[in-house]
C-alpha cells in the first residue's frame, strides 16, 4: 500500500517551495491590487524556509516532526497573516499525522482538513469573507465528504476563483468595500495552489 | 516593466542590512540581544518596577516603529519583514528584554498579520508568568466608518499615541493606567493621507499598485492599500481642506480646545510640501479657534518611496498634553 | 510629457507658502522681520557681542538653510527662489536683524549666483558701517579636482561645516576666530553624492534632467547638475565603497583618527537606504581604523523629490570635535 | 528725429517680459542639461517684475529711472546668477542713457554695449567662457564699431550659437567639463533673444 512518509513529505514541502517560488511574483501583483503586495514574497520565503528546515531534521523523524519544524521555520521566516496561518495549518496537521513513519495515502485528505481547522482557528475568518479560508473550507469539507486529492483539489480552485465575487470584511482588503469586488484574493489563490501541489504529490502510489 | 531605482544590495536582505546600519549609527540609544536580532532595545528605557512599551510591526516605515525606541518612549521593537507583521519570537525577545516586573504593554497598528503574531507571543509571555495587555492604533479615519472605529488602520497617528503611552510608563504608572491611557490617546488621534505615487517592495522593486501620473488617492493605506477615492490630482490646499473637514467633523472640538498636529511625509514628498500642507492645516485650526499646542512636520510613518502625506489631529486634555509634553530621547526623536 | 506629482498649490507660490507654514510650525525657533518675509531669524541666537553667523541659498533643499537657523548653530538665513540665490536685499535683511556689534560671518555653498548676491549684500553693509567675512563651502569632492578644491561646490558637508562655525560664535571667539574655524572645518570636510532619479521645479513639474530607469549619475550636485559619470545603477554596497574610496584616499587620515559621518537623502530615498549605505560606510571606517565620533543619517540636504544619497564625512581634530559636540537647537536639528 | 522716451523703452521691457514668458520652458530645458533647469523661470519672473516696475513709474520719469527701476525689481525678484548680471546691465545702460527724456535711436547701441559692460564687469567672466557673455560681449563690439542694431542682434545670435562648442569654466556648467560641449549656455541664448528684442523694438522710426 502506498504511504506518506517523512522522507516523502519533505520532498512535498521542497515541491511547495518551488512552486510558491515560480508563483511569486503573479501572488505579489494579485495582493497589490487589494493589500500590500506582498503575499508572494511571504509564501516563497516562507515555504523556503519550511522545506529547509524540513529536509535539515535528522533521519528517524516522524511525520509529526516534519510538519513542526516547517510550521516552526515558517513562521520565523515570514510573520506576516500567512506566517501564524500556516504554522497553525502545519501543527494542526501534524498532530493528524501523529509521531509516526508512516500513514495512508489514502488517509491524507485528513491532513487537508487538519490544516484547513488550523487555518480557520488561528484566523477566526468565515467562509465567504474573501480570504485563503474561501479555498481551504471547501477543501476541508470535500475531504471529510470522502473526496480523492484531485477531486479536493478541484474544489479548492473554485473556491480560490469564487473569491473574485466577493466582498472583503477581513484583512487588509476589508477596508476596500465594493472595490476589492473583481479581484481574486491573494490568499485564497496560493492556497488552491499549495493544495494542487499537496494532491499532486500524495497522489502517485509510486511517491516520485 | 522598469524596476524602481533603488540603493540596496540583495532585496532579501534589505532589513537586516539596515538594522546593522542602524545598530552602528546608535549605539547610545539602542542594543540588540545576541540571540535576537530583530528585537531592538532601548538602551535608557526598560528598568525595574516600570511597565514595558513594546511596540513593532513590518519594516518599511522608519523611523516608525524602531525609530521612536528610547527613554520615555516605547522600551522595544519587534521588527518585521518589509510590510510583514514580526512573527511571535522577535515580540517575545523584545517583551522579555524590556520587562521590568510591572507587565508588558504591546501598541502596534490594527493590521490582522499584527494581531495574529503579537497575540501568539502574548500567550507564550503568560505562559512565562509575564502579564501583557495590548492596545491596537485605528487613527486611519478613511480605513472604516466611524461606527466601526475598531477595525481602522493605525497609521502616523502612532507617533503620538505611542509617545502619550510612553510617557505614561515612564511617569512610573501601573500598567492598568498606561493602558488606559494609551486607549484615551488612540481614541482622540484622527489621520487621513493620500497618495501620489507607489512604493516598491525591495525584493521585486515593482510598484506596489499603480497610480497613474496626474491622479491620486485619498486615504490610501501605508502600505499601499487602496484608499476610498480616486481622482484627479488637486492643489494642495483643496487636499488639505478635504482631509481637515473629515477630520474636524468627526473631532467635533470646541473652540478653544487644543490640539497637537502632525504633516507627515509618505516617503518622497519632500518637507517644502509639507510645510505647504502645514500653512493650510494652520489657518484650518485657527479657523476652529483650536489652540495648536504642537506641531511636527516630517517623515514619521513612510512607505518607503510613496509620495504622498497624512495629517493627523490629536485632540488634547489637560492628561494628553501632558504626555505629549515629557521628554523622550530616542535615535529618531527626541523632545524636551 | 507627465508633470511630476506634487502637493503644491501655484508652482511660483510654493517658496512663499512655505515659509508660512514654517513659521506656524516653529514659532518658538524663528521670526522674520515684518518687512523681510524672506530673512529667517532664530528666536534665541543672536545676541550683543556674539558673531552673526549668517547663511543661506536657494530653497528646495530642505531642512538646509532654514532648519539650520538656532541657538548654537546659525543666527538667520536669507531664502531664494527655488535653486536660486536670494537677492542682496534679503541678504541684508537677515544680517542687519542677526548682528550683534561683532561682525557678521556669511557662509553659504559655493555658487556663482550666491557669490554675486552676498557680496552685493556685503559691500552695502559695510557702507553700513557693519563687517561681514564670507566663507564658502566647497565639500563637493566630485565636483572639481583637489587641486582646484575652491572652485567645488558646497552640498550636504554645510551640515557639519555651518555647526562648527555656529559652535564658534555661540562660544563667543572673535570674527577673525569663528572665519578661521569655518575654514578649517570646510577643509576637513568631503561629500560626495549619487543621483537615482530627477527632481523637478515646481514652476514646470518637469524633470531637471533625464536619467533612465537602471542608471545612476556619480557625482551629482544638489541642483541636478551632472556628475561626473553616468553608469548603470549598482549595488549598495559597490556605490559606497566608490564614494568611501574617493574620500578616503583624498581625506588621508591616520588610524585612530576620528570623523563625523553624514548619510544624507538626496530626497526621496527612504531611511531604510540610508542605513544600509551607513552600514557599509561604518565597516569601511573601521576597517580604515577610524573612530567615528558622531553619526547623522537622515534628510539633511536634498534637492527636493531627487533619488539618491550622499555621504559626508568630516576630519576631526580637537578643535573641531568641540564645535561638533557643541549644543544647538534648531527647528529642525537638535543636540546635546 | 526717432527717439527712445520713457514710454518707449517701458514698451520695450513689456515686450522682454512677453518673449521671456514665452521661452520660459526652452530656457529651462537648456538649462536643465548643464545645470539647474531654471533660467527661463528666473528670466520669466525677473523681466516681468522689470516690466512691471517701469511700467509703475510716474508721468515724467527718465530714461535712466526706468532703467534703475527695471534693475531692482529684476534683481529683487530673481536673486540666481541672473539676478545680478541684468539688474547690473540696467544699471549701466541707465547711466548711459542718463536722466533725459528722449535719446536718438540712432544712440541706442552705446546702451547694448553699456549693458555688456555691467555684465562683465559684475560677472568678471572672460569671453570663450560659455556664459551669457559670448553673446553680450561680441554684441557690444558691433556696437562700438558702429553696427547697426540688426547687424549687433546678428552677432549676438552667432555668438549665442557658438557657446555650443565651448566647454563652460564658470558658472554651474564648469564642473562638467567636457561634457558641458555640445550644448549651448541657457544664459547666452536668452542674451541672444534680449538683444533681438530690444533691437526690433529700438529699429522702427515710428515707434509703435
Ligand atoms: N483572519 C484571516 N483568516 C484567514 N486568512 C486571512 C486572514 N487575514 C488575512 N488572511 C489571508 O492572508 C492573505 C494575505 O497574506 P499576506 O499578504 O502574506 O499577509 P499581509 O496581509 O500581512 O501582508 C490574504 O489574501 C488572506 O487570504
Ligand atoms: N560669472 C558669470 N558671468 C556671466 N554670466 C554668468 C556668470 N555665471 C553664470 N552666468 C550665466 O548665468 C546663466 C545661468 O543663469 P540662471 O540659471 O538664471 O542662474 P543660476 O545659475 O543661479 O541657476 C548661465 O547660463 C550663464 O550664462
Ligand atoms: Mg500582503
Ligand atoms: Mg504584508
Ligand atoms: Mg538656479
Ligand atoms: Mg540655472
Known amino acids: 500500500m502506498a504511504e506518506l512518509t517523512p522522507q516523502r513529505l519533505v520532498?512535498?514541502?521542497?515541491?511547495?517551495?518551488?512552486?510558491?517560488?515560480?508563483?511569486?511574483?503573479?501572488?505579489?501583483?494579485?495582493?497589490?491590487?487589494?493589500?500590500?503586495?506582498?503575499?508572494?514574497?511571504?509564501?516563497?520565503?516562507?515555504?523556503?524556509?519550511?522545506?529547509?528546515?524540513?529536509?535539515?531534521?535528522?533521519?528517524?523523524?516522524?511525520?509529526?516532526?516534519?510538519?513542526?519544524?516547517?510550521?516552526?521555520?515558517?513562521?520565523?521566516?515570514?510573520?506576516?497573516?500567512?506566517?501564524?496561518?500556516?504554522?497553525?495549518?502545519?501543527?494542526?496537521?501534524?498532530?493528524?499525522?501523529?509521531?509516526?513513519?508512516?500513514?495512508?495515502?489514502?488517509e491524507t485528505p485528513s491532513l487537508i482538513a487538519a490544516m484547513a481547522e488550523g487555518i480557520a482557528a488561528r484566523g477566526k475568518a468565515e467562509p465567504g469573507q474573501k480570504t485563503m479560508l474561501d479555498a481551504w473550507a471547501p477543501a476541508a469539507e470535500a475531504a471529510r465528504r470522502g473526496d480523492d486529492l484531485v477531486a479536493i483539489s478541484a474544489v479548492a480552485h473554485a473556491g480560490a476563483e469564487a473569491t473574485a465575487e466577493m466582498i472583503a470584511t477581513l484583512g487588509r482588503a476589508a477596508r476596500l468595500g465594493e472595490r476589492s469586488r473583481g479581484h481574486r484574493d491573494p490568499g485564497a489563490v496560493s492556497a488552491a495552489m499549495i493544495i494542487a501541489v499537496m494532491a499532486e504529490s500524495w497522489s502517485r502510489p509510486d511517491g516520485a | 516593466m522598469t524596476l524602481t531605482q533603488k540603493l540596496i544590495n540583495d532585496g532579501n536582505d534589505t532589513v537586516d542590512e539596515m538594522l546593522a546600519g542602524v545598530m552602528a549609527a546608535h549605539p547610545d540609544h539602542l542594543w540588540r540581544p545576541d540571540h535576537a536580532p530583530r528585537a531592538v532595545i532601548a538602551r535608557h528605557g526598560p528598568r525595574e518596577g516600570k511597565v514595558a512599551l513594546v511596540i513593532g510591526g513590518g519594516s518599511g516605515h522608519e523611523p516608525t516603529f524602531l525609530g521612536f525606541v528610547g527613554k520615555g518612549l516605547a522600551d522595544a521593537a519587534a521588527i518585521g519583514n518589509v510590510f510583514a507583521s514580526p512573527p511571535?519570537?522577535?515580540?517575545?525577545?523584545?517583551?522579555?528584554?524590556?520587562?521590568?516586573?510591572?507587565?508588558?504593554?504591546?501598541?502596534?497598528?490594527?493590521?490582522?498579520?499584527?494581531?495574529?503574531?503579537?497575540?501568539?507571543?502574548?500567550?507564550?509571555?503568560?505562559?512565562?508568568?509575564?502579564?501583557?495587555?495590548?492596545?491596537?492604533?485605528?487613527?486611519?479615519?478613511?480605513?472604516?466608518?466611524?461606527?466601526?472605529?475598531?477595525?481602522?488602520?493605525?497609521?502616523?497617528?502612532?507617533?503620538?499615541?505611542?509617545?502619550?503611552?510612553?510617557?505614561?510608563?515612564?511617569?512610573?504608572?501601573?500598567?492598568?493606567e498606561v493602558e488606559r491611557i494609551a486607549r484615551h490617546a488612540n481614541a482622540r488621534?484622527?489621520?487621513?493621507?493620500?497618495?501620489?505615487?507607489?512604493?516598491?517592495?525591495?525584493?521585486?522593486?515593482?510598484?506596489?499598485?499603480?497610480?497613474?501620473?496626474?491622479?491620486?488617492?485619498?486615504?490610501?493605506?501605508?502600505?499601499?492599500?487602496?484608499?476610498?477615492?480616486?481622482?484627479?490630482?488637486?492643489?494642495?490646499?483643496?487636499?488639505?481642506?478635504?482631509?481637515?473637514?473629515?477630520?474636524?467633523?468627526?473631532?467635533?472640538?470646541?473652540?478653544?480646545?487644543?490640539v497637537a498636529v502632525l504633516v507627515n511625509s509618505l516617503g518622497s514628498t519632500p518637507l517644502m510640501e509639507l510645510y505647504i500642507l502645514h500653512a493650510r492645516v494652520n489657518a484650518r485650526l485657527k479657523a476652529a479657534e483650536l489652540e495648536v499646542h504642537r506641531t511636527l512636520v516630517g517623515p514619521y510613518c513612510t512607505s518607503m518611496e510613496m509620495a504622498g502625506a497624512s495629517i493627523t489631529i490629536m485632540h488634547l486634555d489637560d492628561e494628553l498634553q501632558r504626555m505629549i509634553d515629557h521628554p523622550c530621547d530616542c535615535a529618531m526623536f527626541r523632545q524636551g
Do not use: W
Not at chain 1, 511525520?63 to 516552526?72: C, E, H, I, M, Y
Open chain 2, 88 to 176: 511571535p519570537q522577535p515580540v517575545m525577545d523584545a517583551a522579555m528584554a524590556a520587562h521590568g516586573g510591572a507587565g508588558v504593554l504591546f501598541m502596534y497598528g490594527n493590521y490582522a498579520g499584527d494581531v495574529m503574531n503579537f497575540d501568539m507571543a502574548a500567550e507564550m509571555l503568560e505562559m512565562e508568568g509575564i502579564e501583557t495587555r495590548t492596545v491596537l492604533t485605528t487613527d486611519d479615519i478613511a480605513s472604516a466608518p466611524r461606527e466601526a472605529r475598531d477595525k481602522r488602520r493605525g497609521v502616523a497617528g502612532n507617533v503620538f499615541i505611542f509617545k502619550a503611552a510612553g510617557a505614561a510608563a515612564d511617569l512610573g504608572l501601573p500598567l492598568d
Open chain 2, 189 to 258: 488621534t484622527y489621520t487621513m493621507g493620500v497618495a501620489l505615487s507607489a512604493c516598491s517592495l525591495p525584493q521585486t522593486r515593482r510598484p506596489n499598485f499603480d497610480l497613474p501620473a496626474g491622479e491620486m488617492e485619498i486615504g490610501m493605506g501605508i502600505h499601499g492599500e487602496p484608499g476610498i477615492r480616486r481622482e484627479a490630482l488637486r492643489p494642495a490646499d483643496a487636499v488639505t481642506d478635504e482631509i481637515m473637514d473629515a477630520i474636524l467633523s468627526e473631532m467635533a472640538a470646541a473652540p478653544g480646545d487644543r
Open chain 1, 11 to 106: 520532498a512535498s514541502f521542497a515541491a511547495l517551495a518551488e512552486k510558491m517560488d515560480a508563483e511569486r511574483d503573479t501572488l505579489c501583483r494579485l495582493d497589490g491590487v487589494i493589500g500590500d503586495a506582498d503575499h508572494g514574497i511571504a509564501m516563497a520565503q516562507g515555504m523556503a524556509a519550511a522545506s529547509g528546515a524540513a529536509a535539515d531534521l535528522p533521519e528517524g523523524a516522524s511525520l509529526q516532526d516534519v510538519f513542526n519544524a516547517a510550521a516552526k521555520a515558517f513562521l520565523n521566516a515570514v510573520g506576516a497573516s500567512s506566517g501564524p496561518l500556516y504554522a497553525t495549518a502545519f501543527l494542526r496537521a501534524g498532530k493528524a499525522a501523529g509521531p509516526h513513519a508512516a500513514m495512508p495515502l489514502a
